[in-house]
């Protein structure tokens, strides 16, 4: 008997792309990307945030990254509108109230402009409103949640690209791009450990 392995997809997701392989809208989904059968996202991007999203065709390691159980880091770039203030990034380390409770601590710092890809279309500008970049990473999973925390600071968020997934990163894997890797027994009962 041949030891289990796992297909384990990472795709950079441009925007304006549903994470899901159908949809009854005519709207660019994951189909239009990914050739692989047998795959099925393990967890979500939002179809206005960009970068890596990952997909497997092993069940338990499906759950392992998207289940908020088990708080897997995810990691962003934020770029957001407004030159965001060091108590911003405080509340954000410190948790931030939203509607549905309060979140659990962030990872975030102010950077300087993250050398990235065009978005198409580009993000809306304001002539006299400055914007500024961080770094987020959280373990929840919620419903846009980056957004909903940059906005709870008072700085929305303009452009959001997912850059890495617990131990997977985005590298330099273009956008509508992926990469398959194949997971034997060994990085599966690791990953499970986590």
């Given at each position: 008997m041949?030891?289990?392995?796992?297909?384990?997809?990472?795709?950079?997701?441009?925007?304006d792309?549903?994470?899901?392989?159908?949809?009854?809208?005519?709207?660019?989904?994951?189909?239009?990307?990914?050739?692989?059968?047998d795959?099925?996202?393990?967890?979500?991007?939002?179809?206005?945030?960009?970068?890596?999203?990952?997909?497997?065709?092993?069940?338990?390691l499906q759950?392992?990254?998207?289940?908020?159980?088990?708080r897997?880091?995810?990691?962003?770039?934020?770029?957001?509108?407004?030159?965001?203030?060091?108590?911003a990034?405080?509340?954000?380390?410190?948790?931030?109230?939203?509607?549905?409770?309060?979140?659990?601590?962030?990872?975030?710092?102010?950077?300087?402009?993250?050398?990235?890809?065009?978005?198409?279309?580009?993000?809306?500008?304001?002539?006299?409103?400055?914007?500024?970049w961080?770094e987020?990473?959280?373990?929840e999973?919620?419903?846009?949640?980056?957004?909903?925390?940059?906005a709870?600071?008072g700085?929305?968020?303009?452009?959001?690209v997912?850059?890495?997934?617990?131990?997977?990163?985005?590298?330099?894997i273009?956008?509508g791009?992926?990469?398959?890797?194949?997971?034997?027994?060994k990085?599966?009962?690791?990953?499970?450990?986590?």
């Amino acid at each position: 008997m041949s030891p289990p392995k796992a297909r384990l997809i990472l795709f950079n997701k441009p925007f304006d792309v549903l994470s899901q392989f159908t949809d009854g809208d005519g709207r660019r989904t994951l189909a239009d990307f990914i050739p692989v059968k047998d795959v099925y996202p393990a967890g979500r991007l939002d179809r206005d945030s960009e970068g890596l999203l990952l997909l497997t065709d092993h069940g338990k390691l499906q759950h392992q990254v998207s289940d908020p159980k088990n708080r897997m880091a995810k990691t962003y770039l934020a770029q957001v509108e407004g030159e965001i203030s060091d108590e911003a990034i405080n509340a954000l380390c410190a948790g931030v109230s939203l509607k549905d409770g309060p979140t659990l601590p962030a990872s975030a710092r102010r950077i300087d402009p993250p050398a990235l890809w065009p978005r198409i279309p580009p993000i809306r500008q304001r002539k006299h409103i400055p914007t500024s970049w961080l770094e987020l990473s959280i373990t929840e999973g919620r419903n846009r949640q980056v957004r909903r925390m940059t906005a709870a600071t008072g700085f929305p968020t303009l452009r959001l690209v997912r850059i890495r997934v617990g131990p997977w990163s985005l590298e330099d894997i273009e956008p509508g791009e992926y990469r398959l890797l194949e997971l034997g027994a060994k990085e599966l009962a690791a990953y499970s450990q986590r």
